[in-house]
């Protein structure tokens, strides 16, 4: 898969010499600038291969399908990344990418480069705040971290900015089939075929219901109550929106949801200021979909729209 990635998109990435795993921006890395180096398990893409680029991450490591990179790659990454001025660490709140990525970082300092982790939590169906994962909302965080590094902010300010936009992101999606790893082909839980599962995480994690198939429409009002209850926006305020396929779901279906979620931000005076419709947070072939809010303010807007220049996104 990385050898077919970098083929297929030779403009934009290329392979640490240091290790096969570690996929590098071209046009990313340089002096005087904060590395954003991100990763995890394959499976998810264009997560994360997909955001590595001129404006967006500088570089990725890329572990087995649902597991974390090893140390080494994150290492090459960040050798790849340090523009001399630190280099920040983006992932998703699991435990195995904790325990690497924090292993790697420790053995940076050794080389004297500093390394500091912002954690992604933005799935809003786990209730404890510590154990929130990082999912869809990724796309975003990622976003404003990138462009806060590419804009030659300082380490305190870019690490600000990864937080602040966490902090201002909220996911929540539901699973309609179970997925399949490459090496069993067997589903890794059991889901009815009129079944679905409200809240359910990207590996297969368990959600918050299980119930009957319901409509998209039905679907998409109970997670947007949820988001919109936690959230609490008051009217005026500014959000950008994903609406993202967890693999199998085609567009068609996500753009009905997309419509109804429209029609609920409008009647809570809601302004969408950008749209995404897509897979862009995927896990293997699951039938599902998931909606990210990302609220702005003007600083979030500014590090949204900024450019950036991957292989699988584009904006500005």
Same mark, same amino acid.
């Given at each position: 898969m990385l050898e077919g990635i970098v083929l297929a998109h030779p403009e934009h990435l290329t392979v640490s010499s240091e290790n096969n795993r570690a996929i590098i921006a071209k046009d990313g890395p340089r002096p005087g600038k904060v590395g954003l180096v991100i990763g995890?398990?394959?499976?998810?893409?264009?997560? $994360? @291969?997909g955001f590595v680029?001129?404006? @967006?991450?500088?570089?990725?490591?890329?572990?087995?399908? $649902?597991?974390?990179? *090893? *140390?080494d790659p994150i290492i090459a990454c960040a050798n790849a990344a340090s523009g001399g001025e630190g280099v920040l660490f983006m992932y998703g709140n699991y435990a195995g990418d904790v325990m690497n990525f924090d292993m790697a970082a420790e053995m940076l300092a050794m080389d004297d480069i500093e390394a500091r982790t912002v954690l992604t939590t933005d799935d809003i169906a786990v209730e404890d705040l510590e154990r929130r994962r990082g999912v869809a909302g990724n796309f975003f965080i990622f976003k404003a971290a990138g462009a806060a590094c590419d804009t030659m902010m300082s380490f305190d300010e870019c690490e600000r900015i990864a937080r602040k936009a966490n902090a201002q992101t909220y996911t929540m999606g539901v699973g309609l089939t179970a997925c399949s790893l490459p090496q069993t082909r067997v589903p890794g839980f059991d889901l009815g075929a009129e079944e679905m599962e409200i809240g359910l995480g990207i590996h297969g994690e368990p959600g918050v219901r299980r119930g009957p198939l319901a409509s998209a429409d039905a679907v998409t009002d109970e997670i947007v109550d949820k988001i919109l209850a936690e959230m609490? *926006?008051? *009217?005026?305020?500014?959000?950008?929106?994903? +609406?993202?396929?967890?693999?199998?779901t085609p567009l068609m279906e996500l753009y009905i949801v997309n419509r109804r979620l429209s029609q609920r931000l409008k009647d809570r005076?809601?302004?969408?200021?950008?749209?995404? +419709?897509?897979?862009?947070?995927?896990?293997?072939?699951?039938?599902?979909m998931s909606i990210t809010l990302h609220r702005l303010d003007g600083e979030l807007q500014a590090m949204l729209d900024h450019p950036c220049d991957c292989a699988m996104f584009r904006a500005g």
């Open positions: 995890g398990g394959s499976g998810h893409e264009p997560t $994360f @291969l680029g001129r404006g @967006l991450a500088d570089a990725a490591a890329i572990g087995n399908v $649902f597991a974390s990179p *090893p *140390p609490d *926006p008051e *009217p005026g305020e500014k959000v950008a929106v994903l +609406v993202n396929s967890l693999g199998a005076q809601i302004d969408v200021h950008a749209t995404w +419709v897509g897979p862009y947070c995927t896990s293997m072939d699951m039938a599902g």
